[in-house]
């Protein structure tokens, strides 16, 4: 049994920060990689970052410069800091494992108001 969950996600103006969280029932190390995506409302879902296992990272451009994404292996955690936050930020934002399976978290909701 594999479990995400995520948390962190709220209300925040514009031009606020927040960090998400995703908390898994194993080793981080297991995966070879784990990621952050969004959907808003009447989009798909889309990737927002992600990092593998020997730590290299990769982010949405929309995101770039604002978003970072990170790990604590010792915590099985990998986190998700979003500054300078716009509108266009509001989506529910969702953890992903890679291994030889995926995995899904059951998703944190994020508005960013103006």
């Known amino acids: 049994q594999v479990r995400l969950v995520e948390s962190g996600g709220g209300l925040v103006q514009a031009g606020g920060s927040l960090r998400l969280s995703c908390a898994t029932s194993r080793s981080i190390s297991s995966f070879n990689v784990m990621g952050w995506y969004r959907q808003a409302p009447g989009n798909q879902r889309e990737l927002v970052a992600s990092i593998t296992s020997g730590g290299n990272t990769n982010y949405a451009d929309a995101v770039k410069g604002r978003f970072t994404i990170s790990r604590d292996n010792a915590k099985n955690t990998v986190y998700l800091q979003m500054n300078s936050l716009t509108v266009e930020d509001t989506a529910v934002y969702y953890c992903?494992?890679?291994?030889?399976?995926?995995?899904w978290g059951q998703g944190t909701q994020v508005t960013v108001s103006s």
């Open positions: 992903n494992a890679r291994s030889t399976w995926m995995y």
